[in-house]
Antibody, heavy 122, light 107 residues
Framework: QVTLKESGPGMLQPSKTLSLTCSFSGFSLSTSGMVVSWIRQPSGKSLEWLAAIDWDGDKYYNPSLKSRLTVSKDTSNTQVFLKITSVDIADTATYYC??????????????WGPGTMVTVSS | NTVMTQSPTSMFISVGDRVTMNCKASQNVGTNVDWYQQKTGQSPKLLIYGASNRYTGVPDRFTGSGSGTDFTLTISNMQAEDLAVYYCLQYNYNPFTFGSGTKLEIK
């Protein structure tokens, strides 16, 4: 059974670096066609895709945020990390990690974590 | 970025209604569009992938259609448990972009 769960600091100050962890089970990120992505959602607003890392270790970033984002994974392929530098109030959101996989040529996000809320405030 | 414009923003509906919502892409995205359902306080759930393919376990009252720039999600025979916000997503171009959502509310 596939599960993902995000963890983070809850609250941090502007200009700091936000570190998020996605812990998952039920699949291996080393399996071909598997990807873990980060997506965020400010309260009451839509979703924004941030970054992804795939089974080969290739990394993908939203160009509008690329200079501030770093995605990585652990060597056991059970955790994925996201760092966002120089946070400000606009980074306040619920952050989700989600599994993306390919199925007969179709890609989709089939499993999502419950999300972790991050508030940037002084 | 590819802008996904969803309409309407919200709909007031009754149980049993047929509901149609739309998503228009600012450029041709082929059929690389998914639809997700998000209930209050929950993470999004996949309904439709590749514009028209119903995901495993999704009731057949949900139907997706379209290609190119125009996409539609239809719910026939609306049920109370379908009250949610629905988002389209294009993944043809980086960055992936979501629509602003269509919220279904009870009339």
């Amino acid at each position: 059974q596939v599960t993902l769960k995000e963890s983070g600091p809850g609250m941090l100050q502007p200009s700091k670096t936000l570190s998020l962890t996605c812990s998952f089970s039920g699949f291996s990120l080393s399996t071909s066609g598997m990807v873990v992505s980060w997506i965020r959602q400010p309260s009451g607003k839509s979703l924004e895709w941030l970054a992804a890392i795939d089974w080969d270790g290739d990394k993908y970033y939203n160009p509008s945020l690329k200079s501030r984002l770093t995605v990585s994974k652990d060597t056991s392929n059970t955790q994925v990390f996201l760092k966002i530098t120089s946070v400000d109030i606009a980074d306040t959101a619920t952050y989700y990690c989600a599994r993306r996989r390919v199925y007969y040529g179709y890609w989709y996000f089939d499993f999502w974590g419950p999300g972790t809320m991050v508030t940037v405030s002084s | 970025n590819t802008v996904m414009t969803q309409s309407p923003t919200s709909m007031f509906i009754s149980v049993g209604d047929r509901v149609t919502m739309n998503c228009k892409a600012s450029q041709n995205v082929g059929t690389n569009v998914d639809w997700y359902q998000q209930k209050t306080g929950q993470s999004p759930k996949l309904l439709i992938y590749g514009a028209s393919n119903r995901y495993t376990g999704v009731p057949d009252r949900f139907t997706g259609s379209g290609s190119g720039t125009d996409f539609t999600l239809t719910i026939s025979n609306m049920q109370a448990e379908d009250l949610a916000v629905y988002y389209c997503l294009q993944y043809n171009y980086n960055p992936f972009t979501f629509g602003s959502g269509t919220k279904l509310e009870i009339k």
